[in-house]
């Protein structure tokens, strides 16, 4: 597994600012606190990167779909495969999930003053996903903040280690978090 706090070079102790991770509940994501969070830091225009988790509920089977809007771009990508009502399992599209992290990795070189990522998900809890941006990001001092489920909060612990603050949803704690940006 990809973990940050593992790697010898750079000293990545000395590195600033760090990681933020949104602890929610299974099931739960936060999307009005991301909303907000890219509301505000645009309020104050600040350069973005990363993605923001748009669901798309249209199917008559319940299951939502979930766009990720590039945040530098504006380009939204499905996020998952329509694989027939009889389908089973999960129906993440990993090479849409590819093709929206390099489009995220291209725009750090816009020198963002925050990474915003939806999710810490079963990719990331594997090493794979928006990790390697996540640790561009820590390497380049771009801060970043990302929803982590809380069933994936010791995966998460195992990657960001000691370079990660745990926030909930509370909008006066993430507001402390984010008054380094400005």
């Known amino acids: ?58 199917k008559s089977d319940r299951r939502c779909d979930v766009l990720l809007e590039d945040l530098a771009s504006g380009h939204r990508t499905p996020l998952f495969d329509d694989r027939g ?12 999930l590819i093709d929206a992290s390099m489009k995220v ?14 999710k810490f998900g079963k990719v990331e809890a594997d090493g794979g996903g928006m990790c390697g941006l996540m640790a561009k990001a820590l390497e380049r001092r771009i801060p ?12 998460w612990r195992n990657f960001a ?8 949803e509370n909008a006066d704690e993430i507001r402390k978090w984010l008054g380094k940006l400005y």
């Open 85 to 96: 009502a009889g389908a089973r399992g999960c129906r993440l599209d990993v090479a849409a």
């Open 105 to 118: 990795e291209r725009s750090l070189e816009n020198d963002p003053a925050l990474l915003v990522l939806n």
């Open 144 to 155: 970043a903040i990302i929803g982590v489920p809380a069933r994936n909060l010791d995966a």
């Open 1 to 58: 597994m990809f973990a940050l706090h593992s790697s010898p070079a750079p000293d990545l102790r000395q590195l600033e600012p760090s990681l933020a991770a949104i602890v929610y509940a299974n099931d739960e994501y936060p999307d009005v606190i991301f909303n907000w969070i890219v509301s505000e830091c645009r309020s104050r225009n600040l350069v973005l990167s990363g993605v923001l988790q748009h669901p798309v509920c249209e």
């Open 161 to 168: 280690g000691e370079f990660s603050a745990e926030l909930s």
